[in-house]
């Protein structure tokens, strides 16, 4: 009866490590180039502000302000993934599964807030999974040209 | 009825990724470098997609020949992630073969460790000795390859092993083992309660599901890294080659 309480705790635990690990790599994915400050300066999106104050100052944003900008961006960034140069208007495998960790790693922003620990890390990730989306979008955008102008161009020039 | 056709559905989605794998693997020629990974596929999709059906639609789901039919192949597959495993480990370690010869050493003694134990498990049920060794066997089997996989991911983390695409398939193997285990392990808490055995029938499909959308994942997105011919007196180096 222990043994398997154990092996239940463990496997369970090493069944969401896997998954999380999987979703680590797939953020890895190196893009041509840095398709997402086109994205995030047309879009005002704030979440480098975010991250660059994490990085300086070793704390995020007073924490309101810190769950509401990246739950904003989020919400901007996969209606864009989903409607912006997307010939299918759904959201790809890898992309739904960042979505859910993106959830599950608020959540644990949330909980690590109760519980007054740090919030750093949790942020973080929420930042990297935002620039990987806004690279996606940027990449999608930047095949498509009007005329002379890619669709990035186009939208700084608005 | 839903359960029973989502179960199906599962069961398709399974199969036809299995096949969709192996023509992956063959038709951009990947299969050289991945054979250990292309052999497993191959049994998965032979003996789970293929010849259990068979001998399920032939006798019959309480028939004797269909129970010792799933319980050998059950071995099977667990020897060959075993076999599998292996191989990624020896992927891990193709620079370093002080560390290989090591490696290997720990793997003969695992195999003739999960051996010896579900040869003493025997020794507490005398009746039923052929069914009980092979169940025993590939209960131990996969639970070995779960510590191993764990294993195998922590040490390509310590040696900053540059491989995400092999960081990926171990991960989806650890998905399927790591899933399959907790499922196992619920099941044997709760004394196979009806709900608990749903969730099971559920848990497995999909873990195995899980693991091949990730193999896929890691087989179609990650980057290849391919040799380039070097100058005359240099080592030849590897560069990565984004996957179309």
């Known amino acids: 009866m222990i043994m398997a309480a154990l092996i239940l705790i463990l496997s369970t635990g090493l069944f969401f490590f896997y998954l999380q690990a999987v979703c680590q790599k797939i953020l890895r994915r190196q893009f041509t180039q840095e398709f997402f400050q086109s994205i995030v300066n047309a879009n005002r999106l704030e979440f480098p502000s975010v991250r660059k104050a994490i990085e300086d100052f070793g704390s995020p944003v007073e924490y309101p302000r810190l769950t509401l900008t990246l739950k904003c961006d989020f919400l901007a960034l996969t209606y ?31 909980t690590r807030h109760w519980l007054k620990l740090r919030e750093t890390p949790a942020a973080l990730k929420l930042t990297a999974i935002l620039e990987y989306f ?12 009007f005329g002379n102008l890619t669709a990035s161009d186009y939208l700084l020039n608005l | 009825m839903n359960d029973q056709i989502l179960i199906h559905g599962l069961q398709y989605g399974i199969s036809i990724l299995e096949a969709s794998l192996c023509v992956l693997l063959a038709s951009r020629g990947r299969w050289r470098r991945h054979k250990g990974l292309c052999l497993y596929v191959i049994l998965l999709f032979g003996l789970d997609g293929v010849a259990r059906a068979a001998v399920l639609h032939y006798f019959g789901f309480n028939s004797n020949q269909y129970r010792n039919f799933y319980w050998w192949t059950d071995v099977v597959l667990a020897l060959g992630a075993f076999l599998l495993i292996c191989a990624f480990f020896r992927r891990a370690c193709a620079r370093e073969e002080r560390l290989w010869r090591l490696v290997r050493l720990m793997l003969v003694f695992v195999i003739a460790l999960v051996v010896a134990i579900s040869a003493f498990a025997l020794t507490r049920h005398y009746t039923q000795l052929y069914i009980r060794f092979i169940v025993e066997f590939s209960q131990n089997l996969y639970f070995s390859c779960l510590v191993l996989n764990t294993m195998l991911f922590v040490m390509i983390q310590q040696l900053a092993i540059d491989d995400d695409e092999l960081g990926l398939l171990v991960c989806g193997m650890g998905v399927q083992f790591a899933g399959e285990a907790a499922g196992l392990a619920l099941y044997h808490l709760t004394l196979a309660e009806p709900f608990v055995q749903t969730i099971f029938s559920f848990l497995n499909p999909a873990c195995t599901l899980g693991m091949l959308l990730i193999w896929t994942y890691a087989i179609v997105k990650t980057p290849q890294a391919v040799p380039v011919r070097a100058p005359v007196g240099k080592q030849p180096a590897l560069v990565e080659a984004v996957a179309d």
């Open chain 1, 80 to 110: 864009l993934l989903k409607n912006a140069a997307n010939v299918n208007q759904r959201y790809s495998y890898e992309e739904r599964l960042l979505i859910v960790y993106f959830k599950l790693v608020f959540a644990s922003l949330i």
């Open chain 1, 134 to 145: 806004a690279n996606v979008v940027g990449e999608r955008v930047n095949t498509v040209r």
